[in-house]
């Protein structure tokens, strides 16, 4: 594996650490670890992970504290983030969407488990969205350019996640047309991340509180659908 294979995994129990390190690098992977948040976000910049993978539960600066700081930073926007939550914490794997996240491991892991999900995310790096025939849309006073991932309102950038981003640029890459919530789910976070639409919800809050009002609307019981203008 030549690209795309630097991965930090982060996690307060050294056991888990060389457990899951031991599996990656035997899949050619370039592995470095730490033990809490701080550490992780020190490392950004020197070791250049494509893929942080984020326990949740630590002490001092938690996994979601920690995902929310990375995504502050546009600098970071391209690098994948995979939470490790036990299945009983529901409301982990949700909280770690909405502040970011690619996707979610279940505890306790399986080595195979891990590896599949690992090389799905890198995989879709560069997230597969339906693109128009111009990588820059215009409706009103909103500009999205896809290809250097701005976006302007009244020729005004706007400083927007990742996740968020791709939601309005698929959303207006088909004005009119109507997208549920699954179909939202599998183009921007893909299959393997099933949870409730409440995720997608909060995004388009977000979205709408730094974009107004006159460009998303609501269809009642099936989704979102981007205005003619």
């Not at 910049?45 to 942080?52: G, V």
């Not at 640029?169 to 004005?175: D, M, Q, V, W």
Request: glycine share 6%; hydrophobic share 40%; proline share 3%.
């Amino acid at each position: 594996m030549k690209t795309n294979n630097r991965i930090l995994l982060v996690d307060d129990e050294k056991d888990i650490l060389e457990f899951l390190s031991y599996n990656l690098v035997k899949e050619g992977f370039e592995v470095s670890t730490c033990q809490d948040g701080q550490s992780a976000l020190n490392m950004l910049d020197t070791f250049q992970p494509n893929l942080i993978v984020l326990d949740v539960m630590m002490p001092g600066m938690d996994g979601i504290e920690t995902c929310e700081q990375i995504r502050s930073n546009k600098e970071y926007d391209n690098i994948l983030i995979t939470f490790l939550t036990a299945r009983s914490e529901d409301y982990s794997q949700v909280a770690g969407l909405e502040a970011g996240a690619d996707g979610y491991i279940h505890k306790p892991i399986k080595p195979k488990v891990l590896v599949s999900r690992v090389k799905s995310l890198l995989r879709r790096k560069g997230v597969a969205i339906e693109i128009s025939p111009s990588d820059v849309i215009e409706i009103l006073n909103l500009k999205i350019d896809r290809e250097r991932y701005q976006v302007t309102l009244d020729h005004e950038p706007l400083s927007l996640p990742r996740k968020e981003f791709e939601i309005l640029y698929l959303l207006a890459s088909k004005p009119g047309k109507v997208f549920n919530r699954e179909e939202i789910f599998e183009k921007i976070w893909g299959e393997d991340v099933v949870v409730g639409g409440r995720t997608i919800d909060v995004h388009v809050r977000k979205l709408r509180e730094k974009i107004g009002l006159n460009y998303i609307e609501t269809v009642k019981g099936v989704g979102y659908k981007f205005k003619n203008g």
